[in-house]
């Protein structure tokens, strides 16, 4: 059994993120590519964006704190603070609106 802290994990990634080049910065939790389960914290400074990339299996988002933006086409999803997206099957982009944290989970397709 291993315990780890979510909020403790979210506040250290956005720390990391607000010196990081890229404004973000990430920490995968649970799993990797060796696994089909995958959780990663994510920190991302207001403005910054995950590009337009597809899903390798089914994924949700589920916003520590801050605010997003998940953007799919022509449609866009916003969440803050306790919301859980659930990402459509499609190719898709998410904007930090707001520094923010988020909990990333995918479960691979095998």
Do not use: C
């Not at 890229?22 to 995958?38: I, M, N, P, Q, W």
């Not at 919301?83 to 479960?107: F, G, K, N, Q, Y």
Request: hydrophobic share 45%; net charge negative; proline share 3%.
């Amino acid at each position: 059994m291993q315990k780890i802290s979510i909020d403790a994990l979210a506040r250290q990634q956005l720390a990391a993120a607000s010196t990081a080049s890229s404004g973000r910065a990430a920490d995968t939790v649970y799993g990797g590519h060796e696994k089909v389960l995958r959780q990663t914290v994510i920190g991302m400074v207001k403005g910054t964006v995950l590009a337009e990339h597809e899903n390798p299996g089914d994924a949700t988002v589920f916003v520590v704190s801050g605010r997003v933006r998940l953007i799919v086409g022509e449609d866009s999803w916003q969440a803050r603070t306790g919301d859980l997206l659930i990402v459509p099957d499609a190719r898709h982009s998410l904007e930090a609106e707001e520094d923010a944290a988020i909990l990333l989970t995918v479960a691979k397709r095998p």
